[in-house]
């Protein structure tokens, strides 16, 4: 396996430290002397001077045989050309690294076969995506995004408060954006169809769009919605912000940037915007934040990030969010007592260890206190059949088919489905039909 990345920063070393535990050749290209330095000291990767804009740099590198190339420069235009570049020259597989959010055509911050590129990736949104992923995990045993954050699978626990309790799997209505996957009771993951009463201990397993998740919960439970308190108003705080307004009872945002909360507040509608220091106590207890259900703390800056939300946690915040941008020092938040944690450092790496090319288990995710797991499984992109359908697939008795995503956009499907190359198919699984699935899947021809 032989990888190109082409950008020495932050997330180009991130990545050749990641990505050289799984690949023979480990190639990264950067203008920077000083900066190829650091990583030759800390990493076993090779690295070369040069511009990977130019074709005689990639050349040299042998990008032609390259199995997967990924351009993370501080410049979109600049990873846009490389992996162009990159593409045409015979590059098996290459990814960009695109900032920019309006420059997304879908909210989950990954797109494919864009402008050349196998795949672009947008940091903020990964970052917002994985924030909303925590926020929801409050209510929920279990959340996990899929599919490029275009699905996500959850657990809801049947109580009291729940609306269907005592009646048939078959009346739960989750409107059209969700589907029951099925209801476990005693371990076992059953049909919904096959239960004549819901009970006390049941546990719903769900598939949603994740903006959609709270209204397909409203369904099931009577849960208000929470007062939420976002601090930094830039990409990332203006995209919460745009999901959240929409489901929360309450939502304020602080910036300390007027010009900033005033485009802001011309462009949420249902959002508080408050122009101050989200590290100051004083305005903290004057917007009453203690009340806050949760605050999210997404600023430019990992030190404002960490002090407002301790002094959040202080006062009284229960569920306390920070979006950290120095790789590696997530587990100190922790420790920290922060509640949860976004890493656009691992979330990228993430994404790209899901690209290289021949992979048939994208995902495995295992759902807490039973044996499932959620699996995502690729169909071969050298697939020839062209008239394959899921009902043609030998998914064993047991599992369930959630459903396929097709270029980012995720269907629910069933037997009847098309299936084509480079799909990706989401199934529930026990952990021991794991090995029974990868084989079939990787003998699709």
């Known amino acids: 396996m032989k990888i190109v990345i082409v950008g020495?920063?932050?997330?180009?070393?991130?990545?050749?430290?990641?990505?050289?535990?799984?690949?023979e050749d480990v190639i990264i290209i950067d203008t920077n002397a000083k900066a190829l330095e650091k990583i030759e000291e800390k990493t076993d990767v090779m690295t070369m001077r040069g511009n990977g804009t130019f074709r005689k740099t990639l050349s040299e590198v042998g990008v032609q045989s390259a199995d997967l190339v990924v351009g993370v420069t501080s410049h979109d235009n600049t990873n846009l050309v490389i992996t162009a570049l990159a593409n045409s020259m015979g590059a098996k597989r290459t990814v960009a690294r695109v900032d920019a959010p309006e420059f997304f055509m879908t909210p989950?911050?990954?797109?494919?076969?864009?402008?050349?590129?196998?795949a672009i990736v947008c940091a903020s949104r990964l970052v917002s995506a994985e924030l909303l992923r925590l926020v929801r995990k409050i209510e929920m045993p279990y959340v996990e995004n899929f599919s490029s954050n275009s699905i996500t699978v959850a657990m809801v626990d049947v109580n009291e408060d729940c609306r269907f309790i005592e009646k048939a799997g078959r009346d739960i209505d989750l409107g059209k954006s969700a589907r029951v996957i099925g209801i476990f009771r005693d371990g076992e993951l059953r049909n919904a169809l096959d239960l004549s009463h819901l009970y006390?201990?049941?546990?719903?397993?769900?598939?949603?769009?994740?903006?959609?998740l709270p209204i397909a919960m409203r369904r099931l439970v009577q849960i208000p919605g929470k007062k939420a308190v976002i601090i930094g108003g830039g990409d990332v705080g203006y995209q919460?912000?745009?999901?959240?307004?929409?489901?929360?009872?309450?939502?304020?945002?602080?910036?300390?940037?007027?010009?900033?909360?005033?485009?802001?507040?011309?462009?949420?509608?249902?959002?508080?915007?408050?122009?101050?220091?989200?590290?100051?106590?004083?305005?903290?207890?004057?917007?009453?934040?203690?009340?806050?259900?949760?605050?999210?703390?997404?600023?430019?800056?990992?030190?404002?990030?960490?002090?407002?939300?301790?002094?959040?946690?202080?006062?009284?915040?229960?569920?306390?969010?920070?979006?950290?941008?120095?790789?590696?020092?997530?587990?100190?938040?922790?420790?920290?007592?922060?509640?949860?944690?976004?890493?656009?450092h691992e979330?990228?790496?993430?994404?790209?260890?899901?690209?290289?090319?021949?992979?048939?288990?994208?995902?495995?995710?295992?759902?807490?206190?039973?044996?499932y797991l959620v699996g995502e499984f690729q169909i071969p992109i050298n697939l020839n059949s062209k008239s394959l359908k899921v009902r043609d697939l030998t998914i064993p008795p047991g599992c369930y088919f959630v459903g396929l995503s097709r270029q980012e956009e995720f269907y629910f499907g069933d037997g009847d489905s098309e299936v084509l190359a480079g799909d990706v198919i989401l199934i529930v699984l026990k952990k021991q039909e794991l090995k029974e699935l990868e084989h079939m899947f990787k003998k699709l021809k």
């Open 8 to 23: 020495a920063g932050d997330v180009g070393s991130y990545l050749a430290k990641n990505l050289s535990q799984r690949a």
């Open 108 to 118: 989950g911050g990954i797109e494919r076969g864009v402008l050349g590129s196998f």
């Open 200 to 212: 006390p201990g049941d546990k719903i397993l769900l598939t949603s769009k994740l903006e959609k």
């Open 240 to 344: 919460l912000a745009k999901s959240l307004q929409e489901v929360e009872n309450r939502l304020t945002l602080i910036d300390v940037d007027r010009r900033r909360c005033e485009f802001l507040a011309d462009n949420l509608d249902k959002a508080t915007i408050i122009h101050g220091d989200g590290t100051s106590l004083s305005l903290l207890q004057e917007e009453h934040v203690e009340m806050a259900d949760y605050t999210l703390a997404v600023t430019r800056a990992d030190e404002v990030n960490l002090m407002s939300s301790l002094i959040s946690q202080e006062i009284g915040v229960a569920n306390s969010y920070t979006l950290v941008h120095r790789p590696g020092y997530a587990h100190v938040y922790e420790h920290l007592g922060i509640k949860g944690t976004a890493s656009a």
């Open 347 to 371: 979330l990228i790496s993430s994404a790209v260890n899901k690209y290289f090319p021949n992979q048939t288990v994208l995902t495995e995710s295992h759902i807490p206190d039973t044996e």
